[in-house]
């Protein structure tokens, strides 16, 4: 079995300040790593993902993730928020074998202030 | 399609009332998933297919929850009796299959309201 834990479920940023976003997993395999980002009224969209190679995985809109095995976190960063990066944000965890069932994680909502 | 597409996008329906809901996954994706999120949750899992079957539908709450899914395309999830506890938002994804490395794929939901 595996989870995922987003300990914030909301941060607040002022525009143009840098912002992470914390995720941690747990999973008796390895995995597979993600990020979605769901606009208001809007399905998820996948943000980046972790597979294998590099631990920072760089992603869409200017956002990064590193894989920390040791510490089993893929927390999430971006150096300067943009207004419109107002959403909330979901991480998620895969199995790297057999079919994928993704877990999700309660996520976490980014308000950007001006 | 372009996308996965989901219908109705909004329903509202009276308690004890049956409903269906539709999802259109991205054309050759052979795998298919619902989700439920509900207010303050994160996103539940209910159910995957693979193709036409279902070889995971642990997460269907209760028996009053069925899912199908016809050439290898299009998939139901019906509620049956539909308790105010089910109100939520029904979310479908598709991906390629062959291993957990593509991603979901979401539609926009549909937002069930029971009254």
């Known amino acids: 079995a595996q989870s995922v834990t987003q300990l914030d479920s909301q941060v607040p940023v002022f525009e143009e300040a840098p912002v992470e976003l914390r995720c941690n997993y747990s999973?008796?395999?390895?995995?597979?790593l993600f990020w979605y980002v769901q606009y208001p009224n809007q399905g998820l969209q996948l943000l980046l993902k972790y597979l294998s190679g590099s631990t920072l995985v760089k992603g869409i809109n200017g956002f990064e993730a590193e894989f920390n095995k040791s510490q089993t976190s893929f927390h999430l960063r971006k150096p300067s928020v943009h207004i419109s990066d107002t959403a909330e944000y979901f991480c998620a965890c895969g199995n790297s074998g057999g079919y994928q069932k993704v877990t999700f994680g309660t996520g976490t909502k980014l308000q950007v202030i001006p | 399609g372009a996308g996965v597409s989901q219908s109705p996008s909004n329903k509202v329906t009276e308690k004890g009332k049956d409903v269906e809901l539709r999802c259109d996954p991205i054309?050759?994706?052979?795998?298919l998933y619902w989700y439920r999120q509900s207010l303050g949750q994160g996103l539940e899992f209910l159910i995957y297919f693979q193709g036409n079957s279902a070889p995971d539908k642990s997460g269907l709450p209760s028996d009053r929850f069925s899912a199908e899914r016809t050439g290898g395309s299009v998939s139901t999830l019906t509620i049956q009796r539909t308790q105010q506890e089910d109100s939520a938002v029904y979310l479908c994804?598709?991906?390629?299959?062959?291993?957990?490395?593509?991603?979901?794929?979401f539609g926009s939901g549909t937002r069930l309201t029971v009254v």
């Open positions: 054309s050759g994706h052979t795998a």
């Open positions: 999973s008796s395999v390895s995995v597979y």
């Open positions: 994804a598709s991906s390629l299959a062959g291993g957990g490395d593509y991603g979901y794929t």
